[in-house]
C-alpha cells in the first residue's frame, strides 16, 4: 500500500497511493496526516498502472483533491476506477515519458524504468535543497517486449542525485531478473505440443505477457480470447494505448465452445486461486463460456504469491481430477514467468548508476530493505536508512541524513 510524501518548503507531494490485501480485506494508508494540511499538498503522482499504487486513490482522493499526473496509459486505467465509483470530475494530468514540470516547490522528471507493466517511470524530484531519485516498482530489461527498453544511459546521466528512494521487493535474491522476452520460448514449448485447448493464466496487468502469448496463438494458429473483467479492461486501456500490436487480436470467450479444441487459447485471470476468478470457475467447471476437458492444457504464467500455496494447490487439484494437465511456473525448467522486481545484481547496477550519495530502501518487509540498504553500503553508497510507516527521513538541508522516527502517525484504512 504505497504512498509516499515528499515534502519542501511546507508544500508536499504524493508519490502513489496504494492498497494491500490482508486476508479478504483491502488495506490503504491512512491519509490523516495529509488530509490535515490538503492545502500544502501539490499534486499526486502515480508511477504506474499496479494496485499497490494506484489502488487507494479511487477511495481516497476527496479526502485529498489534489491534481494527479501520470502518463496515458496509467491515466486511462485511473479514469475507468474513478468512474466506477462516480467520480467523473477527477483533475488527471496526462504527461508524456521524458517530461520535466514544476509542481509547487518541486521539479519532476518522468523517467522510463522497465517493470511487469507497461509505462511505469522512475521520478527525479528536485527542490533547491536537492535531489531524489525515486524509482518506482522496476528492474533491468533490456527486452521488455512491450514499452521501452531499459537504458542504462538515463540513469548513468543523472547528477547530482541526493538520495534515491528504491524498490527492495527482491533484495534477497542473487542475480538478475529473467527478461520479459526470454519467456516466448518456454511458453511456446509448453503450448505448442498441446493437442487439446489451452488456457494460460497470468497477472492481468502483465500487457507485455499478453502480447507474447498473442504472438505464440498466431503462430500455432490458435483463436484467443481474454477471459476475467479486469484483464479485459486493462487489455483494451493497454491496445487503446498502442502497447498491443495486431497480433493481440482476442475473439469473445463466448466463441471458444464453438472452435475445434486445438485452435483454442483462452487467457485467464485468477492464477492465485482466487474463488469467483475465470481460472477458478474453470476449475469448477461452472464458466459460462468454456468447459476444459481431458487432455486439455493449463499453463501458470506466474509465481505464487507467499501465502497462496493452498488456494493454488486446490486449483491445480481440482483440474487434474479431471485429467487436465497443469504446467506450474514455479517449477518449470524453462522460465514461464519474469518477476517485475531488482535482484541483487540490478540494485548493485542502479547504485552505480545513479551513486546516490543516501540510499532509502522502501517496497518491501524489513529484511528486504535490510539486504537493499547492505547492497548499496556494499556499493559505496555512503548513506542508507532503513525506516518504518510514519517515519520521515531527512534527506538534505543543514541536518545531516537522519530519521526522525514516527512523525507521522501512520495507520491503516480498510475498504468496506
Ligand atoms: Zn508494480
Ligand atoms: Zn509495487
Redesign the pocket.
Known amino acids: 500500500m504505497?504512498l509516499n510524501l515528499f515534502g519542501h518548503d511546507g508544500q508536499w507531494l504524493m508519490v502513489d497511493c496504494?492498497v494491500t490485501f490482508e486476508d479478504d480485506k483491502i488495506a490503504m494508508a491512512d491519509p490523516q496526516f495529509i488530509e490535515s494540511r490538503r492545502d500544502a499538498l501539490v499534486g499526486i503522482i502515480v508511477t504506474?498502472i499496479?494496485q499497490?499504487?494506484i489502488g487507494a486513490l479511487p477511495d481516497l482522493w476527496e479526502r485529498l483533491k489534489a491534481p494527479i499526473y501520470t502518463t496515458r496509459f496509467t491515466a486511462k486505467v485511473l479514469d475507468r476506477a474513478f468512474a466506477e465509483r462516480g467520480l467523473w470530475d477527477v483533475p488527471i494530468i496526462v504527461v508524456e515519458t521524458g517530461d520535466c514540470l514544476e509542481i509547487g516547490a518541486f521539479d519532476i522528471t518522468w523517467l522510463p524504468i522497465t517493470h511487469s507493466t507497461a509505462e511505469t517511470h522512475a521520478l527525479k524530484i528536485t527542490t533547491c535543497a536537492g535531489s531524489v531519485l525515486h524509482t518506482?516498482?522496476w528492474k533491468i530489461d533490456e527486452t521488455p517486449v512491450v514499452g521501452i527498453p531499459f537504458e542504462h544511459k538515463t540513469f548513468a546521466e543523472l547528477e547530482g542525485i541526493d538520495a534515491i528512494v528504491c524498490?527492495s521487493?527482491n533484495a534477497t535474491t542473487p542475480g538478475v531478473s529473467v527478461s520479459e522476452a526470454v519467456l516466448y520460448e518456454g511458453l511456446y514449448d509448453c503450448i505448442a505440443q498441446a493437442n487439446g485447448r489451452v488456457v494460460v493464466s497470468c497477472f492481468a496487468s502483465n500487457i507485455a505477457r499478453l502480447q507474447t502469448l498473442a504472438e505464440i496463438a498466431s503462430v500455432t494458429d490458435r483463436y484467443i480470447a481474454i477471459m476475467g473483467r479486469s484483464m479485459r479492461q486493462l487489455s483494451e486501456a493497454a491496445k487503446a494505448c498502442g502497447y498491443l500490436n495486431d497480433r493481440f487480436n482476442p475473439t469473445d470467450p463466448d466463441h471458444l465452445g464453438y472452435l475445434p479444441r486445438e485452435e483454442v487459447m483462452a487467457i485467464a485471470s485468477g492464477n492465485q486461486g482466487d474463488v469467483g476468478s475465470a481460472l477458478y470457475r474453470l476449475a469448477l467447471d461452472t464458466h459460462p463460456d468454456l468447459n476444459l476437458e481431458a487432455g486439455d492444457l493449463v499453463v501458470l504464467s506466474a509465481k505464487t504469491i507467499p501465502g497462496n500455496e493452498e488456494k493454488v494447490d486446490r486449483l491445480v487439484e481440482r483440474f487434474e481430477q479431471r485429467d487436465i494437465r497443469v504446467i506450474l511456473g514455479d517449477n518449470s525448467n524453462a522460465p514461464l514467468h519474469a518477476t517485475g522486481h531488482p535482484q541483487q545484481g540490478e540494485l548493485a547496477d542502479i547504485y552505480g548508476l545513479v551513486k546516490p550519495q543516501l540510499a532509502i530502501p522502501v517496497?518491501g518487509e524489513s529484511v528486504h530493505m535490510q539486504a537493499n540498504a547492505d547492497i548499496a553500503r556494499a556499493c559505496g553508497v555512503p548513506d542508507q536508512l532503513v525506516g518504518v510507516n510514519g517515519d520521515l527521513f531527512v534527506i538534505a538541508g543543514s541536518q545531516a541524513p537522519c530519521i526522525r522516527t514516527g512523525a507521522v502517525e501512520a495507520g491503516r484504512l480498510y475498504r468496506r
Do not use: E, L, P
Open positions: 504505497n496504494g504506474h499496479h499497490d499504487h518506482a516498482d524498490d521487493t517496497h
